[in-house]
């Protein structure tokens, strides 16, 4: 029987034997007993290194779930933000497949379920479907083949959404998409936009769109076009407002917007340019006719009475006009031509149009010459103060002087008719005013004690807050009892703000200021403004005293008017009585005092010394 | 070319032949004792007097199909028209391993060489860059072979070799020159890699700190069990096959040389950069000898020579022998057959150098078996 040796105990059976061949049985047992302990050894390592292993295996596997649960929070986390993202994302890979998408995405086109298969070719048609092809152009075509990152446009769906889409690249390939919703931020910013360019109240287009399309038009015109200008503001605006409340000038205003708009076609434009003032481009029209036919048509259409909460309202409309090229072809020209048409139409009594003329130039740069002559006057010393003396019938002496403001230009003097219009218009009456009221009181304070002077206050200076201060100032530098100073104010003062001028006639009461008014008889003359404010005096208009002896109207006025400024504890001045009689009716019709030129002319101060030493004496004879 | 297997036992050689008096280089293997002795190079120098001796000690020596620490092996070989030239250069530093590796490189550097057949001292030297060194003054074309002594299990003092001298801390090479050189070489190792892939946290050179932010003695002890006792030479059971992430399919296996338990760490025979990822590797009795075969029969290959003899030198890691044991025979065995008729020898090293299977490049290796085989033709 033959066997067959394993390698190992072949070799160890050839090393066993001796140089004689003999098997050396001991040597070879160590031998084969060696291997079977290696064996063993080898099998020990085997399954110890096994156990570590499996061991080490282990903690890998529960540092891998960890390390699993933790990306699974992040997703929960990631997955949970992208869900409740308002925008819509999706996300493809570098082949067009859909990766993720979120629910906004979905609802944002209508998209139902996605299959997470879906390719983008396929989401993309499912969403042409719904976008307004006219907003579609080339950008949004091409915005997924362009591989530039922070690629965005916009589109409009067909059910009026307009949607914001962003493109970026992912640097593994493929992109991801983000849709906004800028239906509403589109929709403020419209909004914003139109309330920037438009008057809130009626809407029309603002001076911002009105220089806008002047200057639109001149590059027309340049280019061979004509276009006219129409500047119009209402006639006397200012008293609805004043006398019915702003609600309702604010509601006339609309109606005269919603009837210009009538009046003009659609090319043109119409803008309200601030208050009453309106202006109009009008194009392609034949000129001057063109425009002259629709300023007649504005005036006629505005004169209409207007019905508004129960009030009939009938108010008028003056036009300037401007025509280019005639008239310049530079807008800031053309406006100011059109400015100046209107202030003619306006001086020459309203309700009218007028086109602008090369004169009318001048004489604006004549009453701006005047403007600086005015200017140039307060600081000279040019004017002056002139004191028409008032005589009490019954203690028969002469009771305050009024204080009359005279320019006295080395040109020759200017009435007070002509300068003080300006002098409010451009802003100077307060500082006038100030100067008249310091220079009274400092004048009056040289006067024997009983004697008082009266100033007038215009209804543009009852507008500064710091009349009173003004007023009380004077008085503390000059040292004049406040209770020799009037202040003649006229009922215009009224007309204004009432409930602020009431307050600072009562202050100027309250620090012993006796208050007059002017004119009584003329303008409105409503009994309640006697009602408003216990006037100290009532001054009544030259016109009736003028008339007293031939009219028995009037006369019959000047009675009522003493009679009830008696019965209120007011007192009354005549003014302009230039006769005897005139001064013997009035006494009888119990007029407290007598002003004009029976009495005396204005003086200047320098020329009062004589009326204090007792010459009217002569007077007191007559009466 | 004529070749023969020598082997020394009981103060003698046995296999010396007439033919082969002429010899130009006789390869000595014996275990470091037997060096130091120096009888058997003595010996060799009466029959061979024109040969260069060249040699180092070993964890085991191979010849006539056995490996044995008791006896020493050796091989002659008479070439009929190649040249040979030896250089050898001190070192007492690993740091020193490039610069040496090219001044022996630059020693042998001359038209028609064709390969460097190279033996060092396997203590203090890193073989990685003494290769490195020889390869940048050569280039890649020259295939380097050889091998680090051993000294058993002991890790304590290995020595080489050359002209007379056996000494530590020498590093000696042997080039061949001549077209009608041929040189056959194999590298494979047969290891299977086991449990986690690490990753090499800290290290510096062939030192090892830390895998995955874990000393590495420590992961190594825990393996080890009871063997650890035997460390260093125990922590060759457990290679280190390390792959950088950015080349991943070209892997390297690293066996140890020492460890310092108070710092924790562990040198390498070769470079462990850090940022590589690392696993445990274990042996099979015949993975680890179908390994053998396999570099045995890719370097038999390349020599068929109708005009010569072949010399096959085996050069195996001390750290399969250890695994083994008494089966390292299987190896041997295995290897042998895939040779034929070619005489062998060769020595269980602390790191074997070889050009690497996949790139080609020549590299020092651990835990692996390198077979080079030597002929002429014409």
Known sequence: ?623 | MKAQQLIWKNYAWTGLRDDLSGAQLVILFASREALEDRRCIDQLRTHFNNAEIVGCSTGGNIAGGDVSDDFAAALAMKFDRAKLQVATEEITNPNESFDVGVRLALALQAPQLRSILVLSDGLCVNGSRLIEGMRSAVGNEIVLTGGLAGDGAAFNKTVVAANGIVASGRVTAVGFYGAEVVIGHGCAGGWDAFGPRRTITASEGNTLYSLDGKPALDLYKRYLGADAAGLPGTALLYPLTIVNPEQPDQSMVRTVLAVDHERGTMTFAGDIPQGWSAQLMRGHFDNLSAGAAEAARSASIQTHSPQSEVAAVLISCIGRRLLMGESIVDEIDAATKELGDAQVIGFYSYGEISPHAATGCCELHNQTMTVTTFAEAW
């Open chain 1, 1 to 623: 029987m033959v066997i067959t040796m394993h390698r190992v105990l072949a070799k160890q059976v050839e090393r066993s034997r001796s140089q004689d061949g003999t098997l050396g049985i001991d040597q070879l047992f160590g031998l084969v007993s060696k291997t079977y302990e290696q064996n063993d050894q080898d099998r020990a390592r085997s399954q110890h290194a096994n156990h570590l292993m499996m061991i080490e295996l282990d903690e890998i596997n529960r540092a891998r779930e960890e390390a699993l649960q933790i990306l699974r929070r992040e997703h929960d986390k990631l997955d949970a933000a992208i869900s409740n993202m308002a925008h819509g994302l999706a996300m493809f890979d570098a082949d067009g497949q859909l990766l993720v998408c979120n629910a906004s995405y979905r609802s944002m086109f209508l998209l139902g379920e996605v299959a997470s298969s879906s390719s983008h070719t396929e989401l993309l048609s499912a969403i042409n479907t719904l976008v307004d092809s006219s907003s579609r152009n080339v950008s949004y075509e091409r915005m997924f083949e362009v591989e530039e990152s922070g690629n965005s446009i916009e589109v409009t769906l067909k059910d009026g959404r307009q949607i914001a889409a962003q493109f970026s690249p992912l640097s593994e390939g493929g992109w991801v998409e983000v849709y906004y919703d800028v239906t509403e931020s589109r929709q403020a910013a419209e909004r914003i936009r139109y309330l920037a360019r438009h008057d809130a109240l009626t809407g029309l287009p603002n001076r911002i769109v009105f220089n806008e399309t002047i200057r639109h038009e001149c590059e027309r015109v340049r280019r061979g076009a004509t276009a006219s200008i129409l500047c119009l503001d209402l006639d006397h605006f200012k008293v609805i407002n004043d006398t019915l409340g702003h609600p309702i000038g604010d509601q006339l205003l609309q109606a005269v917007a919603a009837r210009l708009k009538d009046c003009v076609r659609a090319i043109d434009t119409i803008a309200r340019l601030g208050g009453d003032e309106f202006a109009i481009v009008q194009v392609d029209a034949a000129q001057p006719d063109g425009a002259a036919n629709l300023a007649r048509r504005i005036i006629e259409e505005l004169s209409q009475p207007y019905l508004i909460e129960g009030h009939q309202l009938v108010i008028g409309a003056s036009v300037g006009i401007s025509v280019a090229p005639a008239d310049g072809d530079d807008p800031d020209l053309l406006v100011r031509n059109a400015d100046m048409a209107l202030y003619r139409a306006k001086a020459e009594g309203r309700g009218a149009f007028r086109f602008f003329e090369v004169g009318m130039d001048t004489e604006v740069q004549a009453r701006r010459k005047m403007e600086l002559k005015l200017r140039q006057a307060l600081k000279t010393g040019q004017f002056e103060l002139n004191y028409q003396p008032l005589y009490d019938v019954q203690s028969t002496s002469i009771s305050s002087f009024e204080a009359l403001l005279r320019w006295n230009h080395p040109e020759g003097s200017v009435p007070p008719d002509q300068f003080i219009p300006l002098a409010e218009e451009i802003g100077l009456i307060s500082d006038i005013g100030d100067w008249v009221i310091q220079e009274a009181c400092k004048t009056a304070q040289s006067w024997p004690s009983e004697i008082g002077v009266a100033v007038n206050i215009s209804p543009v200076q009852f507008k500064s807050p710091k009349l009173v201060t003004s007023i009380k100032r004077a008085l503390e530098v000059s040292g004049l009892d406040p209770r020799r100073l009037e202040v003649e104010i006229t009922e215009t003062v009224l007309l204004q703000d009432t409930d602020r001028t009431l307050a600072v006639l009562h202050e100027l009461r309250k620090i012993g200021v006796r208050i007059a008014m002017d004119d009584f008889g003329t303008g409105y003359s409503s009994l309640s403004y006697l009602r408003k404010f216990p006037f100290d005096k009532l001054k009544i208009d030259r016109s009736f005293i003028k008339d007293i002896d031939t009219a028995s109207e009037a006369s019959a006025i000047v009675r009522a008017v003493t009679e009830l400024a008696s019965s209120l504890g007011m007192r009354t001045t005549a003014e302009g009585v230039e006769t005897d009689e005139q001064m013997t009716t009035l006494c009888a019709l119990n007029c407290s005092e007598i002003q004009g030129y029976l009495i005396s002319r204005p003086l200047p101060a320098s020329g009062l010394a004589a009326l204090f030493t007792g010459q009217i004496g002569d007077l007191n004879a007559a009466a």
